[in-house]
Protein backbone atom coordinates (compact mmCIF):
# COMPACT_ATOMS: atom_id res chain seq x y z
CA UNK A 1 0.00 0.00 0.00
CA UNK A 2 1.18 3.42 -0.98
CA UNK A 3 1.53 6.53 1.09
CA UNK A 4 -1.45 7.70 2.57
CA UNK A 5 -3.44 9.04 5.62
CA UNK A 6 -6.95 8.48 7.67
CA UNK A 7 -8.60 10.75 9.86
CA UNK A 8 -11.73 10.16 11.94
CA UNK A 9 -13.37 13.56 13.60
CA UNK A 10 -16.21 13.45 15.38
CA UNK A 11 -18.72 16.01 17.24
CA UNK A 12 -18.39 14.23 20.06
CA UNK A 13 -14.16 13.98 20.46
CA UNK A 14 -13.22 17.44 20.96
CA UNK A 15 -9.51 18.25 22.46
CA UNK A 16 -9.96 22.49 23.74
CA UNK A 17 -11.81 25.51 22.78
CA UNK A 18 -9.27 27.00 20.90
CA UNK A 19 -8.14 30.42 22.74
CA UNK A 20 -8.60 33.21 20.10
CA UNK A 21 -4.97 34.41 21.60
CA UNK A 22 -3.84 31.14 20.02
CA UNK A 23 -3.43 33.90 16.97
CA UNK A 24 -0.88 36.64 18.86
CA UNK A 25 1.69 37.82 17.12
CA UNK A 26 5.19 39.98 18.47
CA UNK A 27 6.00 43.45 18.04
CA UNK A 28 9.73 44.42 19.55
CA UNK A 29 12.14 47.23 18.98
CA UNK A 30 13.98 45.73 16.91
CA UNK A 31 15.03 46.31 13.44
CA UNK A 32 12.36 47.99 11.34
CA UNK A 33 9.54 46.16 13.74
CA UNK A 34 8.57 49.44 14.80
CA UNK A 35 10.15 52.56 13.09
CA UNK A 36 9.24 51.81 9.28
CA UNK A 37 7.31 49.16 10.46
CA UNK A 38 4.38 49.44 12.08
CA UNK A 39 4.94 53.20 12.46
CA UNK A 40 6.49 56.13 9.00
CA UNK A 41 5.00 59.49 10.01
CA UNK A 42 5.07 60.65 6.67
CA UNK A 43 4.15 57.84 4.65
CA UNK A 44 1.46 58.25 1.93
CA UNK A 45 -0.55 55.80 3.97
CA UNK A 46 0.24 56.73 7.40
CA UNK A 47 -2.53 58.19 9.77
CA UNK A 48 -2.27 61.15 12.26
CA UNK A 49 -0.32 59.42 14.76
CA UNK A 50 1.85 57.90 12.06
CA UNK A 51 0.64 54.66 11.84
CA UNK A 52 0.64 52.98 8.49
CA UNK A 53 -2.81 52.14 7.13
CA UNK A 54 -1.47 49.91 4.87
CA UNK A 55 0.24 47.85 7.15
CA UNK A 56 -2.48 47.66 9.83
CA UNK A 57 -4.68 46.52 6.57
CA UNK A 58 -2.59 43.24 6.55
CA UNK A 59 -2.75 42.79 10.31
CA UNK A 60 -6.16 42.91 10.14
CA UNK A 61 -5.94 40.50 7.10
CA UNK A 62 -3.72 38.14 9.08
CA UNK A 63 -6.29 38.33 12.11
CA UNK A 64 -4.25 38.86 14.96
CA UNK A 65 -5.81 39.57 18.45
CA UNK A 66 -3.30 40.08 20.90
CA UNK A 67 0.28 41.58 20.14
CA UNK A 68 3.48 41.33 22.40
CA UNK A 69 5.30 44.49 22.87
CA UNK A 70 7.77 45.96 23.69
CA UNK A 71 10.30 42.73 23.54
CA UNK A 72 11.94 40.65 23.25
CA UNK A 73 15.74 40.79 24.46
CA UNK A 74 14.70 44.69 23.91
CA UNK A 75 12.63 44.96 27.26
CA UNK A 76 15.50 43.49 30.02
CA UNK A 77 16.86 46.93 29.47
CA UNK A 78 14.42 49.08 28.87
CA UNK A 79 13.44 52.73 30.40
CA UNK A 80 9.64 52.74 29.43
CA UNK A 81 9.37 56.38 31.06
CA UNK A 82 11.66 57.20 28.38
CA UNK A 83 8.74 56.51 25.65
CA UNK A 84 6.34 58.59 27.64
CA UNK A 85 5.55 62.59 27.45
CA UNK A 86 6.95 65.32 26.03
CA UNK A 87 10.79 65.12 26.51
CA UNK A 88 11.92 61.57 24.53
CA UNK A 89 15.57 60.52 25.01
CA UNK A 90 17.27 58.08 23.12
CA UNK A 91 19.12 55.31 24.56
CA UNK A 92 21.47 52.70 23.90
CA UNK A 93 19.32 49.44 22.93
CA UNK A 94 22.32 47.27 24.44
CA UNK A 95 20.11 44.02 23.26
CA UNK A 96 20.55 44.56 19.47
CA UNK A 97 23.36 47.56 19.78
CA UNK A 98 20.98 49.75 17.75
CA UNK A 99 19.41 53.55 19.33
CA UNK A 100 16.48 53.66 20.45
CA UNK A 101 14.94 57.12 20.09
CA UNK A 102 12.30 55.95 22.36
CA UNK A 103 9.45 58.57 19.92
CA UNK A 104 7.36 55.48 19.89
CA UNK A 105 6.53 54.14 23.60
CA UNK A 106 3.59 52.37 25.71
CA UNK A 107 1.11 55.47 24.34
CA UNK A 108 1.61 55.04 21.05
CA UNK A 109 1.54 51.30 20.85
CA UNK A 110 -1.87 51.09 23.00
CA UNK A 111 -3.40 53.64 20.66
CA UNK A 112 -2.14 51.61 18.02
CA UNK A 113 -4.02 48.23 19.29
CA UNK A 114 -6.71 49.94 18.73
CA UNK A 115 -6.80 50.68 15.40
CA UNK A 116 -4.93 47.68 14.47
CA UNK A 117 -7.87 45.38 16.20
CA UNK A 118 -5.68 43.84 18.84
CA UNK A 119 -5.21 43.46 22.62
CA UNK A 120 -1.47 43.93 24.21
CA UNK A 121 0.76 41.70 25.88
CA UNK A 122 2.95 43.48 27.78
CA UNK A 123 6.55 42.57 28.79
CA UNK A 124 8.07 43.65 31.54
CA UNK A 125 11.76 44.59 32.58
CA UNK A 126 13.27 41.92 34.73
CA UNK A 127 16.87 42.52 33.88
CA UNK A 128 17.83 45.49 34.86
CA UNK A 129 15.14 46.50 36.73
CA UNK A 130 12.50 44.95 39.33
CA UNK A 131 9.05 45.11 41.46
CA UNK A 132 9.20 48.78 42.08
CA UNK A 133 9.81 49.99 38.28
CA UNK A 134 7.04 47.26 37.13
CA UNK A 135 4.43 48.47 39.59
CA UNK A 136 5.01 52.01 38.45
CA UNK A 137 4.33 51.03 35.00
CA UNK A 138 1.12 48.96 36.05
CA UNK A 139 -0.12 51.75 38.27
CA UNK A 140 0.84 53.86 34.90
CA UNK A 141 -1.17 51.69 32.63
CA UNK A 142 -3.86 50.29 34.41
CA UNK A 143 -4.93 52.55 37.59
CA UNK A 144 -7.91 54.85 37.20
CA UNK A 145 -6.09 58.10 38.87
CA UNK A 146 -5.30 60.09 41.71
CA UNK A 147 -1.66 58.64 42.41
CA UNK A 148 1.80 59.48 41.31
CA UNK A 149 2.20 57.49 37.97
CA UNK A 150 -1.70 57.12 36.75
CA UNK A 151 -1.87 61.35 37.31
CA UNK A 152 1.26 61.38 34.93
CA UNK A 153 -0.50 58.83 32.27
CA UNK A 154 -3.55 61.85 32.68
CA UNK A 155 -1.29 64.68 31.90
CA UNK A 156 0.35 62.85 28.79
CA UNK A 157 -3.27 62.93 26.98
CA UNK A 158 -4.49 59.45 28.15
CA UNK A 159 -7.69 60.07 30.96
CA UNK A 160 -8.91 56.40 30.59
CA UNK A 161 -6.76 53.63 32.05
CA UNK A 162 -5.13 51.55 29.00
CA UNK A 163 -6.15 48.66 31.26
CA UNK A 164 -3.78 46.22 30.05
CA UNK A 165 -4.90 42.63 30.99
CA UNK A 166 -1.74 40.39 29.92
CA UNK A 167 1.66 40.38 31.30
CA UNK A 168 5.00 38.85 30.74
CA UNK A 169 7.12 38.94 34.14
CA UNK A 170 10.25 39.35 32.12
CA UNK A 171 11.73 37.68 28.60
CA UNK A 172 14.17 34.88 28.09
CA UNK A 173 15.97 35.12 31.75
CA UNK A 174 17.39 31.96 31.20
CA UNK A 175 19.83 33.08 28.20
CA UNK A 176 22.86 34.01 29.06
CA UNK A 177 22.36 36.64 26.38
CA UNK A 178 19.76 38.42 28.59
CA UNK A 179 21.09 41.21 29.89
CA UNK A 180 20.34 40.64 33.18
CA UNK A 181 20.42 37.43 32.68
CA UNK A 182 19.35 34.83 36.13
CA UNK A 183 19.51 31.53 37.74
CA UNK A 184 16.05 29.82 38.23
CA UNK A 185 16.16 30.66 41.83
CA UNK A 186 16.94 34.25 41.20
CA UNK A 187 14.55 34.71 38.29
CA UNK A 188 11.76 32.21 40.09
CA UNK A 189 11.70 34.78 43.52
CA UNK A 190 11.71 37.99 41.58
CA UNK A 191 9.05 36.64 39.86
CA UNK A 192 6.71 36.07 42.45
CA UNK A 193 7.50 39.05 44.49
CA UNK A 194 6.68 41.31 41.15
CA UNK A 195 3.21 38.78 40.69
CA UNK A 196 2.31 39.51 44.14
CA UNK A 197 2.89 43.34 44.10
CA UNK A 198 1.01 43.84 40.30
CA UNK A 199 -1.89 41.68 41.44
CA UNK A 200 -2.60 44.19 44.64
CA UNK A 201 -2.64 46.98 41.92
CA UNK A 202 -4.73 45.16 39.97
CA UNK A 203 -6.48 41.54 40.22
CA UNK A 204 -7.33 41.21 37.02
CA UNK A 205 -4.54 40.92 35.34
CA UNK A 206 -2.88 37.41 33.65
CA UNK A 207 0.58 36.48 34.41
CA UNK A 208 2.91 34.89 32.05
CA UNK A 209 6.11 33.14 34.15
CA UNK A 210 9.54 32.73 31.54
CA UNK A 211 10.06 29.71 30.62
CA UNK A 212 12.76 28.26 28.92
CA UNK A 213 14.29 30.51 25.68
CA UNK A 214 14.29 26.47 23.84
CA UNK A 215 14.42 23.39 24.65
CA UNK A 216 17.97 22.72 23.79
CA UNK A 217 18.96 25.14 26.81
CA UNK A 218 20.97 23.12 29.50
CA UNK A 219 18.88 24.76 32.49
CA UNK A 220 15.68 22.68 30.56
CA UNK A 221 13.06 21.57 31.85
CA UNK A 222 14.96 22.12 35.59
CA UNK A 223 14.50 25.98 34.88
CA UNK A 224 10.48 25.54 34.47
CA UNK A 225 10.19 23.44 37.66
CA UNK A 226 12.23 25.92 39.88
CA UNK A 227 10.44 28.92 38.21
CA UNK A 228 6.72 27.05 39.27
CA UNK A 229 8.08 26.05 42.77
CA UNK A 230 8.47 29.86 43.43
CA UNK A 231 5.77 31.46 40.95
CA UNK A 232 3.12 28.49 40.52
CA UNK A 233 0.42 30.73 43.23
CA UNK A 234 1.02 33.81 41.24
CA UNK A 235 1.01 33.18 37.64
CA UNK A 236 -1.18 31.56 35.03
CA UNK A 237 0.89 30.65 32.37
CA UNK A 238 4.83 29.60 31.64
CA UNK A 239 6.06 30.60 28.41
CA UNK A 240 7.96 28.84 25.96
CA UNK A 241 10.19 29.92 22.84
CA UNK A 242 11.32 27.86 19.41
CA UNK A 243 12.33 28.58 16.14
CA UNK A 244 13.22 26.69 13.48
CA UNK A 245 16.07 26.15 11.77
CA UNK A 246 17.24 24.67 8.27
CA UNK A 247 20.43 22.99 8.65
CA UNK A 248 22.67 21.45 6.04
CA UNK A 249 19.98 22.28 3.15
CA UNK A 250 17.93 19.32 4.42
CA UNK A 251 14.23 20.09 4.01
CA UNK A 252 12.96 17.07 4.85
CA UNK A 253 14.45 17.35 8.19
CA UNK A 254 13.39 20.51 8.15
CA UNK A 255 9.87 19.72 7.79
CA UNK A 256 10.19 16.63 10.49
CA UNK A 257 11.45 19.62 13.31
CA UNK A 258 7.80 20.53 14.59
CA UNK A 259 7.47 16.97 15.97
CA UNK A 260 10.61 18.77 18.66
CA UNK A 261 7.99 21.23 19.32
CA UNK A 262 5.27 18.62 20.42
CA UNK A 263 7.55 16.91 22.88
CA UNK A 264 8.41 20.77 24.25
CA UNK A 265 4.77 21.50 24.74
CA UNK A 266 4.57 17.84 26.65
CA UNK A 267 7.44 17.94 28.78
CA UNK A 268 6.47 21.67 29.89
CA UNK A 269 3.06 20.79 30.44
CA UNK A 270 4.27 17.87 32.73
CA UNK A 271 6.58 19.95 34.86
CA UNK A 272 3.31 22.34 35.06
CA UNK A 273 1.25 18.99 36.10
CA UNK A 274 4.41 17.95 38.63
CA UNK A 275 4.59 21.41 40.39
CA UNK A 276 0.53 21.24 40.66
CA UNK A 277 0.63 18.15 42.46
CA UNK A 278 3.52 18.77 44.50
CA UNK A 279 2.24 22.08 45.84
CA UNK A 280 -1.56 20.44 46.13
CA UNK A 281 -2.70 22.98 44.10
CA UNK A 282 -5.85 23.40 42.20
CA UNK A 283 -5.18 25.58 38.79
CA UNK A 284 -3.72 24.04 35.36
CA UNK A 285 -0.66 26.26 34.70
CA UNK A 286 -1.57 27.35 31.09
CA UNK A 287 1.28 27.69 28.81
CA UNK A 288 2.28 30.59 26.22
CA UNK A 289 4.09 29.75 23.28
CA UNK A 290 4.74 33.35 22.68
CA UNK A 291 7.72 33.31 19.81
CA UNK A 292 7.69 30.89 17.54
CA UNK A 293 8.62 30.99 14.04
CA UNK A 294 11.16 30.01 11.14
CA UNK A 295 14.32 32.11 11.96
CA UNK A 296 17.87 31.74 10.43
CA UNK A 297 18.36 33.26 6.95
CA UNK A 298 19.25 36.25 8.41
CA UNK A 299 21.76 35.18 11.06
CA UNK A 300 25.03 36.39 9.33
CA UNK A 301 23.94 39.62 7.91
CA UNK A 302 22.86 40.61 11.44
CA UNK A 303 25.96 39.76 12.85
CA UNK A 304 28.17 41.77 10.63
CA UNK A 305 25.44 44.48 11.17
CA UNK A 306 26.04 44.45 15.19
CA UNK A 307 29.13 43.93 15.27
CA UNK A 308 30.72 46.48 12.48
CA UNK A 309 28.10 48.82 11.92
CA UNK A 310 26.46 49.22 15.58
CA UNK A 311 24.43 51.99 17.17
CA UNK A 312 21.89 52.79 13.98
CA UNK A 313 18.16 53.85 14.47
CA UNK A 314 15.77 51.18 13.10
CA UNK A 315 18.88 49.00 10.84
CA UNK A 316 17.87 46.37 8.73
CA UNK A 317 17.55 43.77 11.23
CA UNK A 318 16.49 39.71 11.31
CA UNK A 319 15.02 40.57 8.01
CA UNK A 320 14.50 36.91 6.81
CA UNK A 321 12.76 36.92 3.54
CA UNK A 322 10.48 33.69 3.65
CA UNK A 323 11.23 30.50 1.31
CA UNK A 324 7.97 28.48 -0.28
CA UNK A 325 9.34 25.63 2.15
CA UNK A 326 8.59 28.13 5.35
CA UNK A 327 5.78 28.27 5.25
CA UNK A 328 5.08 24.74 5.17
CA UNK A 329 6.94 24.74 8.60
CA UNK A 330 4.95 27.79 9.47
CA UNK A 331 1.69 25.92 8.64
CA UNK A 332 3.32 22.30 10.39
CA UNK A 333 3.67 24.81 13.81
CA UNK A 334 0.05 26.16 13.30
CA UNK A 335 -1.32 22.84 13.37
CA UNK A 336 1.26 21.27 16.38
CA UNK A 337 -0.02 24.56 17.99
CA UNK A 338 -3.68 23.57 17.61
CA UNK A 339 -3.11 19.64 18.73
CA UNK A 340 -1.87 21.20 21.80
CA UNK A 341 -4.85 23.66 22.62
CA UNK A 342 -6.11 21.94 25.23
CA UNK A 343 -2.71 23.19 27.32
CA UNK A 344 -1.46 26.17 24.85
CA UNK A 345 -4.14 29.22 25.28
CA UNK A 346 -1.36 32.17 24.32
CA UNK A 347 0.92 31.50 21.20
CA UNK A 348 2.62 34.51 19.21
CA UNK A 349 3.82 34.50 15.73
CA UNK A 350 7.34 36.80 16.04
CA UNK A 351 7.54 39.01 14.60
CA UNK A 352 4.59 40.84 12.69
CA UNK A 353 6.31 42.98 10.49
CA UNK A 354 10.07 43.09 9.27
CA UNK A 355 11.75 41.62 12.01
CA UNK A 356 11.48 38.11 11.01
CA UNK A 357 7.86 38.63 9.94
CA UNK A 358 5.07 37.55 7.77
CA UNK A 359 4.53 41.61 6.76
CA UNK A 360 7.21 43.37 5.04
CA UNK A 361 7.46 47.17 4.17
CA UNK A 362 9.85 49.37 2.01
CA UNK A 363 10.43 52.97 3.86
CA UNK A 364 7.95 55.32 1.73
CA UNK A 365 7.10 52.41 -0.33
CA UNK A 366 4.78 49.38 -0.08
CA UNK A 367 3.97 46.37 1.91
CA UNK A 368 3.43 43.02 1.36
CA UNK A 369 2.95 39.02 2.29
CA UNK A 370 5.72 37.35 3.14
CA UNK A 371 5.07 33.30 2.22
CA UNK A 372 4.50 32.93 5.79
CA UNK A 373 1.80 35.29 6.22
CA UNK A 374 -1.00 32.58 4.41
CA UNK A 375 -0.69 29.89 6.53
CA UNK A 376 -1.24 32.24 9.75
CA UNK A 377 -4.27 33.77 8.21
CA UNK A 378 -5.90 30.76 7.14
CA UNK A 379 -5.33 29.48 10.91
CA UNK A 380 -6.73 32.71 12.33
CA UNK A 381 -9.62 33.18 10.17
CA UNK A 382 -10.66 29.11 9.99
CA UNK A 383 -9.12 27.92 13.10
CA UNK A 384 -11.58 29.40 15.64
CA UNK A 385 -14.19 27.13 17.99
CA UNK A 386 -13.40 23.39 18.91
CA UNK A 387 -9.99 21.67 17.73
CA UNK A 388 -11.25 18.41 17.38
CA UNK A 389 -9.40 15.24 18.70
CA UNK A 390 -6.31 14.48 16.27
CA UNK A 391 -6.90 11.09 15.48
CA UNK A 392 -5.26 10.34 12.82
CA UNK A 393 -3.16 7.63 11.11
CA UNK A 394 -0.31 8.28 8.56
CA UNK A 395 2.19 6.63 6.77
CA UNK A 396 5.57 7.52 8.42
CA UNK A 397 9.19 8.27 7.57
CA UNK A 398 12.66 8.94 9.29
CA UNK A 399 14.40 12.16 9.15
CA UNK A 400 18.34 12.62 9.50
CA UNK A 401 17.05 13.75 13.24
CA UNK A 402 13.41 12.20 13.47
CA UNK A 403 12.36 8.93 13.66
CA UNK A 404 8.40 7.92 12.52
CA UNK A 405 7.70 10.79 11.49
CA UNK A 406 4.18 11.22 9.70
CA UNK A 407 3.67 12.34 5.96
CA UNK A 408 0.44 13.96 6.57
CA UNK A 409 0.15 16.32 9.64
CA UNK A 410 -3.32 17.64 9.86
CA UNK A 411 -6.01 18.98 12.36
CA UNK A 412 -9.41 19.17 12.43
CA UNK A 413 -11.54 22.51 13.73
CA UNK A 414 -15.06 23.01 14.27
CA UNK A 415 -16.82 26.12 14.43
CA UNK A 416 -20.64 25.98 15.49
CA UNK A 417 -21.19 29.37 14.81
CA UNK A 418 -20.97 28.90 11.34
CA UNK A 419 -21.16 25.02 11.80
CA UNK A 420 -18.04 24.76 9.59
CA UNK A 421 -15.16 22.33 9.95
CA UNK A 422 -11.40 23.11 8.82
CA UNK A 423 -9.15 20.25 8.26
CA UNK A 424 -5.89 21.86 8.23
CA UNK A 425 -3.15 19.71 6.26
CA UNK A 426 0.25 19.37 5.61
CA UNK A 427 1.84 16.72 3.09
CA UNK A 428 5.74 16.40 4.20
CA UNK A 429 6.72 14.39 1.25
CA UNK A 430 8.39 15.94 -1.52
CA UNK A 431 8.07 14.15 -4.44
CA UNK A 432 4.59 12.52 -4.24
CA UNK A 433 1.10 13.11 -3.90
CA UNK A 434 -0.66 11.36 -1.00
CA UNK A 435 -4.92 10.42 -0.49
CA UNK A 436 -6.44 12.02 3.08
CA UNK A 437 -9.36 10.56 3.40
CA UNK A 438 -11.37 11.87 6.51
CA UNK A 439 -15.01 10.00 8.36
CA UNK A 440 -16.78 13.15 8.48
CA UNK A 441 -20.09 11.38 9.14
CA UNK A 442 -20.91 12.25 12.79
CA UNK A 443 -21.60 15.88 11.25
CA UNK A 444 -24.62 14.75 8.73
CA UNK A 445 -24.16 15.35 5.55
CA UNK A 446 -20.96 17.87 4.38
CA UNK A 447 -20.48 19.39 1.62
CA UNK A 448 -17.17 21.19 0.00
CA UNK A 449 -17.05 24.95 0.66
CA UNK A 450 -13.61 25.09 -0.81
CA UNK A 451 -10.05 23.24 -0.39
CA UNK A 452 -7.45 25.90 -0.60
CA UNK A 453 -3.56 25.01 -1.12
CA UNK A 454 -0.41 26.56 -1.34
CA UNK A 455 2.13 24.97 -3.10
CA UNK A 456 5.05 25.31 -5.50
CA UNK A 457 7.32 23.36 -7.75
CA UNK A 458 10.45 25.84 -6.56
CA UNK A 459 10.67 25.31 -2.47
CA UNK A 460 13.22 28.14 -2.28
CA UNK A 461 10.47 30.60 -4.17
CA UNK A 462 10.10 34.03 -2.08
CA UNK A 463 7.62 36.70 -1.61
CA UNK A 464 9.56 40.15 -1.69
CA UNK A 465 10.80 43.56 -3.06
CA UNK A 466 10.90 44.25 -6.24
CA UNK A 467 9.23 41.20 -7.40
CA UNK A 468 5.85 41.06 -5.61
CA UNK A 469 4.17 38.16 -4.25
CA UNK A 470 4.87 34.94 -6.12
CA UNK A 471 4.03 32.64 -3.61
CA UNK A 472 0.10 32.65 -3.44
CA UNK A 473 -2.55 30.16 -1.70
CA UNK A 474 -5.66 29.32 -4.45
CA UNK A 475 -8.70 27.35 -4.41
CA UNK A 476 -7.84 24.27 -6.34
CA UNK A 477 -7.39 21.82 -4.50
CA UNK A 478 -8.55 18.10 -5.29
CA UNK A 479 -11.56 16.93 -2.66
CA UNK A 480 -15.00 15.59 -3.02
CA UNK A 481 -17.02 13.70 -0.35
CA UNK A 482 -19.80 10.91 -0.30
CA UNK A 483 -21.49 9.58 2.04
CA UNK A 484 -19.73 11.21 4.70
CA UNK A 485 -16.25 10.29 3.37
CA UNK A 486 -13.58 13.07 2.49
CA UNK A 487 -11.24 12.10 0.07
CA UNK A 488 -8.76 14.54 -0.92
CA UNK A 489 -5.49 14.24 -3.05
CA UNK A 490 -2.98 16.35 -0.94
CA UNK A 491 -0.24 17.45 -3.58
CA UNK A 492 3.95 16.75 -2.71
CA UNK A 493 5.03 19.65 -0.67
CA UNK A 494 1.44 21.31 0.24
CA UNK A 495 -0.52 23.50 3.03
CA UNK A 496 -4.54 22.52 2.51
CA UNK A 497 -6.97 23.95 4.43
CA UNK A 498 -10.28 21.93 3.24
CA UNK A 499 -13.41 23.67 4.49
CA UNK A 500 -16.89 21.69 4.67
CA UNK A 501 -20.17 22.38 5.57
CA UNK A 502 -23.72 21.35 5.92
CA UNK A 503 -25.54 20.42 3.00
O1 LIG B 1 12.33 37.50 18.32
C1 LIG B 1 13.69 37.78 18.30
C2 LIG B 1 14.36 37.47 19.63
O2 LIG B 1 14.36 36.08 19.84
C3 LIG B 1 13.71 38.01 20.87
O3 LIG B 1 14.11 39.30 21.15
C4 LIG B 1 14.18 37.08 21.94
O4 LIG B 1 13.25 36.96 22.99
C5 LIG B 1 14.42 35.77 21.22
O5 LIG B 1 15.65 35.24 21.51
Redesign the pocket.
Known amino acids: MGKNAKMIISRELRLAEIDPYLYGS?I?H?GRAVYGGIYEPGHPEADSNGFRLDVIKLIRELGVPITRYP????VSNYHWEDGVGKDRTARLDL?WRSTEPNTFGINEFTEWCKVAGTDALMTVNLGTRGVTDVCNLLEYCNHPGGSKYSDLRISHGFKKPHDIKAWCLG??MD?PWQIGHKTAGEYGRLAAETAKAMRLIDPEIKLVACGS?NAGMPTFPQWEADVLEHTYEYVDYISL?Q?IKKQDGDTTDFLAQTDSMDSFIHTVAAVCDYTKAKQRGKKDIKLSFD?WNV?YHSNSADDETMKLHPWGVAPRL?EDNYTFEDALVAGLILITLLKNSDRVKIACL??LVN??APIMTEPGGAALRQTIFYPFSHASRFGRGTALAPILTSTKHDTKSFEGVNDIEAIATYDADADTITIFAVNRDLNDSIPLECDVRDFGDCRIIEHITLESDDLQAVNGFPHGETVRPSSSGESSIDNGRLNAVLKKASWNVIRLGAK
Open positions: FELGGNFANEGSHYEWLAQVI
